[in-house]
Structures are given as C-alpha cells and as structure tokens.
C-alpha cells in the first residue's frame, strides 16, 4: 500500500492508516451527490485503490452504498456511450439519526437530523416551564416521542443526543449547576434522565455554548477560528470558540458574563430573580426600565406602567422617531460594550455575534455598540447578528451529536480540516 499520509501519522500503525484514509473518503462522501472512485481519489489526494479499500470499509460499516449509472453515459460532445456503468457510491445519510434538543424555560424544541447533518424533523413545545424538574423532564420526553413518532424513526436508529441546558453544566456527570432561570432545574442529572428513555449516548452542554457550535456550523461565523457569541434576552451570557475550539473553563462557567461587575458593584452576587449586575443593567427587563424611567415619553407611557413595556415595544419606538425610546437603546447599547470590551481585550475574537431576542432590534442596535465599542478596545471587532434565531441551541446540539458519532465511529474523522 503506498503511503498516503505522513510518516508521523502513520509509523507502526497500518490499521491507523487505514482508519485516517477511511476517515478522508467518509468526508469525502458526506453531503455530496454519489461520486465515482476516481473523482474520491482526486478529492482526497489517494490512490484509487486506497479509496476502494476505504469504501468496502464504508460499506460494510453501513456508512455507504454503491449505485450504478442506469443505462448509458453521455460524452462530453453528447453521444452515448455504450459500455458498463461506472459504479458510484454514495453516504447513508440515512443510515442512522441524531437529535438535538434545547431546553429553556419558556420552550422545548428538538429537531432530528440525519448523518448528514440534514434536518429531517422538528417539534416544539412552548409553555412556562416553572414547575418541577420532573415535569420539565415529562415534558422533554414526549417532545421526544411525538417527534419520533411524527418522522417514524425507531428510537434504536438515533445514534446520538444532546441537550442544551441554561446553567452550568458538569460535563463528567451531566448534571446541571446554578440554573436560575429553570426553577427546580438545580442538580438534575439530565444525562442519566434522558438516557433511560433513550439508546444511545446523551450529551448535556450550557445551552450558548450549543448556539456558538452552531453559528461556527451554520451561521454568520463559519469557517472563523475565534468567536464569541452573546445571547441577549431575559439574560445575557457568551459562548466561546478560541481557536476552533469551544471553550467551557476548568468548571463549565466561561462566558458567564451576565455576573461581570463593571460599574463598580460591590460583588457579583445575584439578585431574588438570579440575575446578575451586568443581565441587571442590559436584559429586556433593564430597557423596558431604561425606556419607562425616561421623560418625555407619552407615545409609549400613556396605557402602560414602566414594568410593562416590553423590550420589543422600546425598540418599535425608537425605529418610529421616540427620543426617549431611542435614548433607552442607546444606553443599554453603552452599558453591554462595557461589558463587552472586558471580553474582547482578552480574547481580540475574530468576530462578535449577537443572538437572543434583544438581538432582533437589529442593525440599529448593533451600530450603537460599534460606537460605544470603539473607545474601549484598540481595534474594532467584527460584530454580525445570529441568522439562526432560536434555533440555534439545537442546531448546535445536532452539530454535538454527530461529533460524538463521528468520534465514536471514526474517530480520525473530527481530525480532518473541513469538519466544524
């Protein structure tokens, strides 16, 4: 067999270039059209017979098929072209299935994909979740099999789950840490919980760290090496990916930056609603505030308290000419990019996204951090809006779920450079 990686990879280790070559045709064949053997060896750089090798591998693992050519070729110059069909083989997309499943305190979604990374299904559950972690859980499982029921996939076809969680989750044992916003969410083991209803392996990550795989997957930073992502809503927090990779620190709480202390609080401590300083001053509730505390604001005051205007409602006005509205945005705008220039000065990430439901005002609220940024940081750092709404936990659980697959079945394929 001639050599088709470098002698580093490779010495003493046959089987070990075995399994790499295999992992190269397998990326090779992932999410493409059916493909002869020669147009896999031009892609992945080895020999012919080195792919066929690789393929019956594939094939017999269940990962691809072959699939003639029906009837006759054509030439380039259009003529038929009798003869035998070239053999193609094409990936099992649909071989076995992932899931995805985000958790919040007002929704349930899961969405099941298959080995390609296709969405094949979705189901959503939206509710108040404020009961117990029992009923949370119930309620997680028949999402679950309504949704397994809606795409008639046995539950022994779903090789891989993961879940994303508010809070800090301790990745060992799968348990949730500190989950203010899911009462009766502290200490459920949810890896266990769900992994008796199910079959496979279950994944339990920090729901934004989910949302940042799935940006670097699908989103607005694909193909960026550092980014942090901040979701922005009820509360505020990051996920990181410094060089390629997710960044959870020695005890899962990176990016927890609604606790950052920048305007000269005492402690960090967190309010009656689990609410730290910074989600104190930047979360919907501190617009609403900001907006409703302001003079001169009857267009938006005269049927409604402060408390109850919405953050959503703020930012109509300020699009529609309110002084006092757009005077709101422009200070909370201040506040996260002090928070923010925190975060950048350490990291300088190649790009900022912006996701969560505040992050809906759009394009204007965005060029008002850019400008409360530029004092504060010594470059001016990419900033883009989440393309992937609030899907974008489990987008990113599905992302999880493969990886796991793909470790668990060819483990040298999360080596190569056009996986996430």
């Not at 809606?150 to 994303?164: C, H, I, K």
Request: net charge neutral; hydrophobic share 45%.
């Amino acid at each position: 067999m001639s050599k088709e990686v470098g002698p580093a990879e490779v010495t003493g280790s046959p089987a070990l270039l075995r399994e790499i070559n295999c992992a190269k045709v397998f990326t090779a064949l992932r999410g493409r059209p059916p493909q002869r053997l020669t147009e896999l060896s031009v892609r992945t750089g080895l020999s012919r017979p080195t792919v066929a090798q690789a393929v019956t591998q594939l094939v017999e693992g269940g990962w691809a098929e072959y699939a003639d050519e029906a009837g006759t070729d054509q030439t380039a110059a259009g003529r038929s072209r009798i003869g035998r069909p070239a053999r193609l083989v094409r990936f099992r997309g649909r071989a076995g299935y992932v899931l995805g499943i985000d958790i919040g305190p007002h929704k349930i979604l899961a969405v099941l994909a298959d080995l390609n990374g296709e969405v094949v299904a979705k189901r959503r559950r939206d509710d108040q979740f404020a009961g117990s972690g029992e009923e949370v859980l119930a309620a997680v499982r028949q999402t679950i099999t309504d949704l397994l029921g809606a795409a008639r996939v046995r539950r022994e076809d779903v090789w891989s789950v993961a879940v994303g969680t508010p809070g800090i989750v301790d990745k060992p044992s799968g348990a949730v840490r500190m989950a203010p916003s899911l009462p009766g969410w502290h200490g459920i083991r949810l890896a266990g919980a769900l992994g008796r209803s199910l079959r496979c392996p279950v994944h339990v990550e920090n729901d934004v760290n989910l949302a940042v795989i799935a940006e670097r997957w699908r989103g607005v930073a694909v193909g960026v090496h550092t980014v942090v992502f901040v979701q922005w809503g009820a509360r505020i927090g990051a996920g990181l990916i410094i060089g390629d990779r997710l960044h959870r620190g020695s005890g899962g709480m990176a990016g927890e930056i609604g606790y950052l202390s920048v305007f000269g609080e005492p402690d960090i401590a967190s309010d009656e609603a689990g609410l730290g300083p910074l989600e104190r001053l930047v979360g919907a509730a501190a617009i609403s505030s900001a907006a409703g505390s302001r003079p001169g604001r009857p267009a938006l005051r005269a049927d409604r308290r402060p408390e109850e205007l919405d953050a959503e409602a703020v930012f109509a006005a300020a699009r529609t000419g309110d002084v006092a509205a757009a005077g709101a945005v422009d200070t909370v705008a201040q506040r996260l990019a002090r928070g923010l220039s925190a975060l950048l000065l350490l990291l300088d990430p190649d790009m900022v996204v912006l996701g969560g439901g505040v992050s809906a005002a759009g394009e204007p609220l965005l060029d008002a951090i850019r400008t409360h940024l530029r004092p504060l940081t010594f470059t001016e750092p990419v900033l883009a809006l989440s393309v992937l709404g609030d899907e974008a936990t489990a987008l990113g659980a599905v992302r999880t779920a493969l990886s796991d697959v793909e470790r668990r079945v060819l483990p040298h394929a999360a080596q190569l450079p056009d996986l996430p």
